[in-house]
């Protein structure tokens, strides 16, 4: 292909250009982007994410101009060439594991070390002893060792218990034999498997004497330090191309009786006695617990920011696209609408823009809540713990902050995924044809997203934890054990009044629209817990109910949290009245867009009227998205998300989107640099093929 001609590249798009509409746009607000950032992260974190910006895109591995256009081997190999260079500027510059996180998010794709520098790690610092630590974790934190977290199975992924893979206790010897037994006790979806770790932090079921232990992780090298090549008896290698994820080597592993150390067992919490053969039992399990709450609780917090790329490029483009014109628009308007004017687009982009904020601040409350719990997860089991057991239900009345927190986290965690999930897909059709393109910066990122949704436990089985929890709660609330937590003070508020009634006001009132979700959580657990102990239905006959119940009181907690936050003087007595007046005005949009999609559930509830859920519907919505509109482009702005990071022609802050999405389709593109035979009879493909791919060297 020639070069561009220069009579092409003189050529600017029709009408205002993009620059000037968002220039228009931010200055019909008046809210203060800097300050509303430094809410959101705090100035340390900008500043801190600003400098690692700088240093990424100092570096050419970095350089993002042809990742769209790369295959599945090409986007391995750029991904691990970051990755390598990533893990030397990691000691080059002393980052400690917040820098780490922020240069993640800025290059926003996964790399092959994730998974060692995320669950290998986590999990030799939790689960090892002082012996254990020298000999797995010290090599693995200078990067001798590259390991991963090989749990999930063919077979079986939610079903923790059901792993097949067997670890098996060799008295004679002191030794374990690692074993596959069937096609689906293969490891499947381990991240940093597939060609690239050395060693695995392996799940297994404990057999010692032939009798069952449960599931424990042991450490496996399974590749040759030096050649890289599998060791005897170990099969290992990658599960091939995903819908996204596809920089990951995800991979599968098999063992075929495979003898380990002693040591290999992690014992900081269990572990097999050399001199008697047997099993050790952990002193506190609610450890082990605390840091799956701790991942869940993470997830939560980063699904606000997950969401806001989507619209922070959806809105920036509505501002920027122009389709057809307003037909009720005075005569002397003329020219097409921003379509960003459209209620019908405003109606699809708004409510997430609010959305964003409420799960930010959710977020963070889910961290305040699991800090604060840190001292009793290292406490001894209480008699009310002790009860528990592991099936899908607990009967034993009682209520505790723990039990609060994972029951929280796994309804959180549901929710705040399939929101962004859900949400990002929306961003990208309201984007219109443009948003199909990979230059839109949204698919991909979709794509890659989208297993958030089912790891660290699916999205659909952990509403029963929340449920089996909300039950336990509701029994004691009905056995008149005084509230010791927010959800046994609402179950009790409720249990009170149930035959008086609500009365809430929630188009005027914002405290009461709070209470309206609290009532609404309150009655589907009481509803829930009648079919369960009154009518003596069946578990798995409950299950759509439980996930209604799950969602309703996420959903509360996610109301309750943005009200609060506002609330909070502390939280934002630096920004100026406008800012926080806006603020208020998107936990309105939330809360009512909310209650009347979930209508029915809060018609049947009796927590408001037919007439209040068609004046939130037909009047509140409908104003407040009027109301947000002029501030759409400032707010988006506050989330402080470099260009570099969106990888974005729609997304762009200076606003020339078709200008960009010209020259990457022009004049990045390879295609454009091959020479195609067409014509069926000839077996030439290519006349010529001049494309330079950039590939991953350091």
């Given at each position: 292909m020639s070069q561009i001609p220069h009579w092409v590249r003189s050529l600017k798009p029709s009408g205002p250009q993009g620059s000037e509409l968002l220039a228009s746009e931010r200055n019909s607000s008046k809210i203060d982007v800097a300050q509303l950032s430094k809410v959101l992260f705090t100035k340390e974190v900008l500043e801190r994410k600003r400098k690692i910006l700088a240093i990424l895109q100092s570096e050419k591995i970095f350089d993002r101009s042809q990742d769209c256009f790369n295959g599945r081997i090409d986007k391995f190999e750029v991904a691990l060439g970051r990755a390598k260079r990533l893990a030397q500027i990691f000691q080059e510059q002393n980052w400690d594991d917040v820098d780490r996180r922020f240069a993640n998010d800025l290059i926003s794709e996964p790399l092959p070390y994730a998974l060692h520098e995320s669950m290998y790690l986590v999990t030799l610092r939790n689960q090892t002893t002082p012996e254990q630590q020298e000999k797995y974790l010290k090599p693995a934190e200078s990067y001798a060792n590259i390991g991963c977290y090989a749990q999930t199975e063919l077979g079986h992924g939610s079903n923790v218990r059901g792993l097949e893979t067997t670890a098996v206790w060799n008295p004679e010897d002191k030794t374990f034999t690692l074993h596959s037994p069937h096609l689906t006790s293969a490891k499947w979806w381990i991240g940093t498997l597939g060609r690239t770790a050395n060693h695995a932090a392996v799940m297994a079921q404990l057999i010692i004497g032939g009798k069952p232990y449960g599931p424990h992780p042991f450490i496996v090298q399974i590749r040759d330090l030096k050649t890289h090549e599998l060791l005897p008896n170990i099969y290992?290698?990658?599960?091939?191309?995903?819908?996204?994820?596809?920089?990951?080597?995800?991979?599968?592993?098999?063992?075929?009786?495979?003898?380990?150390?002693?040591?290999?067992?992690?014992?900081?919490?269990?572990?097999?006695?050399?001199?008697?053969?047997?099993?050790?039992?952990?002193?506190?399990?609610?450890?082990?617990?605390?840091?799956?709450?701790?991942?869940?609780?993470?997830?939560?917090?980063?699904?606000?920011?997950?969401?806001?790329?989507?619209?922070?490029?959806?809105?920036?483009?509505?501002?920027?696209?122009?389709?057809?014109?307003?037909?009720?628009?005075?005569?002397?308007?003329?020219?097409?609408?921003?379509?960003?004017?459209?209620?019908?687009?405003?109606?699809?982009?708004?409510?997430?823009?609010?959305?964003?904020?409420?799960?930010h601040f959710t977020g963070k409350g889910m961290m305040q809540l699991y800090e604060a719990n840190q001292k009793k997860m290292s406490q001894s089991r209480t008699p009310d713990q002790a009860k528990r057991h592991s099936g899908p239900e607990e009967t034993v009345p009682g209520s505790d902050l723990l039990a609060d927190l994972h029951a929280t986290s796994c309804g959180l965690k549901s929710l705040s995924s399939h929101t962004a999930a859900e949400g990002l897909e929306v961003c990208r059709r309201a984007c219109g044809g443009h948003g199909y393109s990979s230059f839109a910066g949204i698919g991909q990122w979709y794509a890659d997203y989208l297993p958030t949704a089912t790891w660290e436990g699916d999205n659909y089985m952990l509403t029963q934890q929340v449920a089996r929890y909300m039950l336990k709660s509701a029994r004691s609330v009905l056995r008149g054990v005084e509230p010791t937590n927010d959800t046994t003070n609402i179950l009790t508020y409720y249990h009170k009044r149930a035959d008086v009634g609500a009365a809430f006001d929630i188009i005027g009132r914002d405290e009461d629209l709070v209470a309206a979700f609290a009532w609404r959580s309150a009655y589907l657990t009481f509803e829930a817990l009648r079919h369960r102990d009154e009518q003596k239905k069946s578990w798995n006959s409950l299950l759509v109910a439980f996930y209604r119940l799950s969602r309703a009181h996420s959903q509360y907690i996610v109301v309750k949290n943005f009200y609060e936050t506002l609330q909070h003087q502390q939280q934002t007595a630096e920004l100026d009245p406008e800012t926080q007046g806006v603020l208020y005005k998107l936990f309105r949009l939330y809360a009512l867009h909310t209650l009347e999609s979930e209508a029915s559930e809060f018609f049947t509830s009796a927590a408001c009227t037919v007439r209040q859920i068609q004046l939130a519907r037909t009047t509140a919505v409908m104003k407040l998205l009027e109301e947000v509109r002029p501030h759409a482009i400032r707010l988006v702005d506050s989330w402080d998300f470099p260009d570099y990071q969106l990888d974005s022609s729609l997304g762009r802050f200076d606003g020339n989107v078709y200008e960009d999405m010209f020259y990457r389709a022009a004049e990045l593109n390879p295609l454009n640099r091959i020479t195609v035979d067409p014509y069926p009879h000839n077996a030439t493909i290519f006349k010529s093929n001049e494309a330079n791919q950039v590939k991953g060297k350091l």
């Amino acid at each position: 292909m020639s070069q561009i001609p220069h009579w092409v590249r003189s050529l600017k798009p029709s009408g205002p250009q993009g620059s000037e509409l968002l220039a228009s746009e931010r200055n019909s607000s008046k809210i203060d982007v800097a300050q509303l950032s430094k809410v959101l992260f705090t100035k340390e974190v900008l500043e801190r994410k600003r400098k690692i910006l700088a240093i990424l895109q100092s570096e050419k591995i970095f350089d993002r101009s042809q990742d769209c256009f790369n295959g599945r081997i090409d986007k391995f190999e750029v991904a691990l060439g970051r990755a390598k260079r990533l893990a030397q500027i990691f000691q080059e510059q002393n980052w400690d594991d917040v820098d780490r996180r922020f240069a993640n998010d800025l290059i926003s794709e996964p790399l092959p070390y994730a998974l060692h520098e995320s669950m290998y790690l986590v999990t030799l610092r939790n689960q090892t002893t002082p012996e254990q630590q020298e000999k797995y974790l010290k090599p693995a934190e200078s990067y001798a060792n590259i390991g991963c977290y090989a749990q999930t199975e063919l077979g079986h992924g939610s079903n923790v218990r059901g792993l097949e893979t067997t670890a098996v206790w060799n008295p004679e010897d002191k030794t374990f034999t690692l074993h596959s037994p069937h096609l689906t006790s293969a490891k499947w979806w381990i991240g940093t498997l597939g060609r690239t770790a050395n060693h695995a932090a392996v799940m297994a079921q404990l057999i010692i004497g032939g009798k069952p232990y449960g599931p424990h992780p042991f450490i496996v090298q399974i590749r040759d330090l030096k050649t890289h090549e599998l060791l005897p008896n170990i099969y290992a290698g990658d599960i091939g191309p995903k819908f996204g994820y596809n920089t990951m080597d995800n991979g599968f592993l098999l063992f075929n009786h495979v003898k380990i150390p002693h040591i290999a067992m992690l014992a900081r919490y269990s572990s097999v006695d050399l001199k008697t053969n047997q099993y050790v039992r952990p002193a506190s399990p609610t450890l082990v617990y605390g840091t799956l709450t701790w991942v869940r609780s993470t997830i939560v917090m980063q699904s606000g920011s997950v969401l806001a790329r989507g619209v922070t490029i959806a809105t920036r483009y509505a501002a920027v696209r122009r389709q057809f014109q307003d037909r009720d628009a005075p005569p002397h308007v003329r020219g097409e609408n921003p379509v960003i004017n459209y209620t019908m687009v405003q109606i699809r982009l708004l409510p997430l823009l609010a959305t964003c904020f409420a799960l930010h601040f959710t977020g963070k409350g889910m961290m305040q809540l699991y800090e604060a719990n840190q001292k009793k997860m290292s406490q001894s089991r209480t008699p009310d713990q002790a009860k528990r057991h592991s099936g899908p239900e607990e009967t034993v009345p009682g209520s505790d902050l723990l039990a609060d927190l994972h029951a929280t986290s796994c309804g959180l965690k549901s929710l705040s995924s399939h929101t962004a999930a859900e949400g990002l897909e929306v961003c990208r059709r309201a984007c219109g044809g443009h948003g199909y393109s990979s230059f839109a910066g949204i698919g991909q990122w979709y794509a890659d997203y989208l297993p958030t949704a089912t790891w660290e436990g699916d999205n659909y089985m952990l509403t029963q934890q929340v449920a089996r929890y909300m039950l336990k709660s509701a029994r004691s609330v009905l056995r008149g054990v005084e509230p010791t937590n927010d959800t046994t003070n609402i179950l009790t508020y409720y249990h009170k009044r149930a035959d008086v009634g609500a009365a809430f006001d929630i188009i005027g009132r914002d405290e009461d629209l709070v209470a309206a979700f609290a009532w609404r959580s309150a009655y589907l657990t009481f509803e829930a817990l009648r079919h369960r102990d009154e009518q003596k239905k069946s578990w798995n006959s409950l299950l759509v109910a439980f996930y209604r119940l799950s969602r309703a009181h996420s959903q509360y907690i996610v109301v309750k949290n943005f009200y609060e936050t506002l609330q909070h003087q502390q939280q934002t007595a630096e920004l100026d009245p406008e800012t926080q007046g806006v603020l208020y005005k998107l936990f309105r949009l939330y809360a009512l867009h909310t209650l009347e999609s979930e209508a029915s559930e809060f018609f049947t509830s009796a927590a408001c009227t037919v007439r209040q859920i068609q004046l939130a519907r037909t009047t509140a919505v409908m104003k407040l998205l009027e109301e947000v509109r002029p501030h759409a482009i400032r707010l988006v702005d506050s989330w402080d998300f470099p260009d570099y990071q969106l990888d974005s022609s729609l997304g762009r802050f200076d606003g020339n989107v078709y200008e960009d999405m010209f020259y990457r389709a022009a004049e990045l593109n390879p295609l454009n640099r091959i020479t195609v035979d067409p014509y069926p009879h000839n077996a030439t493909i290519f006349k010529s093929n001049e494309a330079n791919q950039v590939k991953g060297k350091l």
